[in-house]
């Protein structure tokens, strides 16, 4: 059973930063992301992470958030720079037990099983 915690929300300024952090348990998983969901609108990809590294980004984000993950591959992190208005969302941990996982398909949700308990950004 994976069991994921996010860590790091909370405010931020537009066009300042955030990191956030979310450590797996429980097993090993083939992918690690990153999600985001607002009031009212569907669950968004943010990130994502395959076992052999390759990272796959939201159109949305690109270029503004980095993703990462320490060598053990027990802990992601995401780092929230230039934030924006829209990018105020609950932010939700993500793992794949899917080991045919590739970068196309690295992004959440539509592969990924195990989820967090969320934590929340707001930019103002």
């Known amino acids: 059973h994976v069991q994921l915690v996010e860590s790091g929300g909370g405010s931020a300024q537009v066009g300042g930063s955030l990191k956030l952090s979310c450590q797996v348990s429980g097993s090993i998983s083939c992918g690690m992301g990153w999600c985001r969901q607002a009031p009212g609108k569907e669950r968004e990809g943010v990130a994502g992470i395959t076992r052999d590294g390759a990272i796959t980004y939201g159109d949305s984000v690109r270029g503004r958030f980095t993703s990462s993950r320490d060598n053990a591959a027990t802990t992601i992190y995401l780092q929230l720079n230039g934030l924006k208005p829209n990018d105020t969302s609950m932010y939700y941990c993500?793992?794949?037990?899917?080991?045919?996982?590739?970068?196309?398909?690295?992004?959440?949700?539509?592969?990924?099983?195990?989820w967090g308990q969320g934590t929340q950004v707001t930019v103002s």
């Open positions: 993500a793992a794949s037990r899917w080991s045919g996982l590739t970068a196309s398909q690295a992004l959440p949700p539509y592969f990924y099983n195990s």
